[in-house]
């Protein structure tokens, strides 16, 4: 096991009625924006159910952060934070707004230009603006850590921030408000969810059992409970659970002690970058063929990965690692999330330029190893097609 | 699922060497009275180390907090941190001293009787000293969590209390400070970690997917690392496995949104306090007897346990019942704790004052479904015997 540091401070209120307990959590008296994303939190009731359960507050709201939060929209709240003298940010929504709103409570008390955060990753973000999370939305796990990934569509920059001060002071998980979500949102927050944990647990093994155990009861769970998601939209448990596993996925704790790769997700970017293609669909795009093209850097978490998620330990070495990776794709397949570059209009003739956007932005070291390089990208995406 | 809160914001510092780190924990300027028990760390070097660690701060030290901490003990120390002025403490050392370290830290600022902290389960407490934890000892979990079991040695009382306040600030952990732990404490810890996961998860199912994988993937790896342990005191990896298994296995990830049981547990409190048997010792020896006495109502999740955790597949329902509870009771004995009373020189003659001692504790009704009276409990002794 490799030395670490842990440490999540969010506090995780859940289940069906969740949300009128977020009241305890705000200090008395403060001046509350409540920011969300186009409006669906306003259609489905949770926007007003939000509002009711903080009866007496002075409360304001923000709404029209995007997929993929832009800094310019952002920028705007940041004013309007500043200038209206808000003490307490409310995000109501998915990833996205979550982020959003960890980006604008860093730069409200940021002295110099906030842009500074996100080209530096966060170094400077020392303290922030208090705030809390209302998830609609079960994939990004941004409820409970303290990471954001922020456009610049100006310049055409995706670049993410870390902070200690970003953690969210609190966020209420109620599944009953994912029942509404269309299909599409739910395929990809489980084959997010899914990627998310694979990069943290099939790299090369560290002895790390308590780590990888967790990981791979949080895979059986998606595996278990994604397709049931599509098929009953309002079993609880289900949702339940899998709104558990995308929190837990990405909270900091199956990543502590292990190494760790997110090629795919650097790989994927760039697709949605160039191609606008779901951040989701791209990872189930590359994570096969990521997997193929580095079989023998990964063999043993591979075969690890194969007997105890997918139950294959017949035959030799080889089919059940092929096993293994087939069957993952075939599971994203079953999410209905499709998994081949020509299934979003993406041909060999696009290949070069993704390239030279991830040498562009100096990502030519990747993986778990630092070892994958644009020849193995450009191997995969060949893979991919 | 069942609805749940859940906060946990210990930092944990993790791996060899990691002891190094704790000065940038402690704020500057300090003055830090480090506690530890009975002077082991004395002898193996951690206080040394720590001490080194901790150069420059104005360093004290409380040592003599016993196995099962003394209220009268604690107290002690507390009049001593009251009139010396300490802002820090440091606990070093296992569950004991970090459980009577928490007292002293909720008792020092208590306006009051502190004994009112643990007859009224730590109700009034809303501030603590601030304390961190190097970890010794793998087993309480008290190093992330915030709960503590304190002795009133002239009441007989051996009572718990929890509080927010007194979570550590942080906690070290470092494996290979357990290399020269004695046998009987690397197995007692095992022990004890094993069956307070179990208290956890052999219950009746809620569909919690989620918590139990996690429940289920902490027991093979102790299963697994246990035995391990005993024969290769100096296996790094083993010793971190175990270490980080017996943190997780009680900070509360594995209780938020399941039943929980702790009839074993309160049954061992008692067999402790009237034969001086070790605490794991005691849930090794009632622990069988309790799983199969309450077979119907733990059922469903007895099965999955013998299924998942012991791989047992054929033969009836019963069958695979009984096997499982056998694998369990043989896991502790390869651990070298014996499962019997007449192992500790307790008789059929002993059961009655037994009985009658959990009636006068008021624990009357006991387990998931307060359904387990002092007649269960009498038969699930007999069958300990």
Known sequence: MLNFTYQNPTRILFGQGCIAGIKKEIPKGSKVLITYGGGSVRKNGVLDEVKAALEGYDLSEFGGIEANPAYETLMQCVDLVRSTKIDFLLAVGGGSVIDGTKFIAAAVPYEGDPWEILEKYGAGVKKALPFGTVLTLPAAGSEMNNGAVITRKSLQAKLPFASAAVFPKFSALDPTKTYTLPVSQISNGVVDTFVHIIEQYITYPVNAKVQDRMAEGLLMVLIEEGPKALRE????DVRANLMWCATLGLNGLIAAGVPQDWATHMVGHEITALHG???????????????KVRKEEKRQKLLQYAERVWGLTEGDEDSRIEGAIEKTRGFFEAMQVRTRLSDYGITSGNIPVLLEQLKKHGMVRLGERRNVTPETISEVLDLCR
């Open 233 to 236: 939209p309002e079993n609880y």
């Open 277 to 291: 293609v779901d951040h989701a669909c791209t990872l189930a795009v590359v994570l096969p063929a990521m997997l």
